[in-house]
């Protein structure tokens, strides 16, 4: 991922071994990392059990704020793939009872956005 992709806060692929050893005090005990992406200071993991959104706050990054998503509570998802001109292509996630997207993140074009909603299709749907 590009410093200047990193700046527009668009997301980059992660291993999802390291994300394993990194977040694995996150994890219970059958769950199972399967895919990451990094936003600058921020992280969003899908595993086989939920979605992690990690956010880093304040100037030093000590403070994080773990937030974790039932895949049942997802109602409804949104892709947008970038065009010939855009840098990004963004997903929406809405949970339940929601009017609003709950999430929404920008991918650049390293990520396949495709792969993104077929992780989201096998964990929802």
Known sequence: MGIFSSLLGNAGSLDPETLQKEY???????EKIEAG???IRDTFIFTNKRLILVDVQGITGKKVEYFSVSY?????????TAGSFDLDA???IWISGEQQPSICKKFNKSVDIYEVQKLLAQFTL
Do not use: A, G, M, P
Not at 24 to 30: A, F, V
Not at 72 to 80: P, T, V, Y
């Open 72 to 80: 049942r509570s997802i109602s409804r998802f949104s892709l947008e």
């Open 37 to 39: 992406f990094k936003l």
């Open 90 to 92: 963004e997903l929406k």
């Open 24 to 30: 694995s005090k996150l994890l219970i005990h059958s």
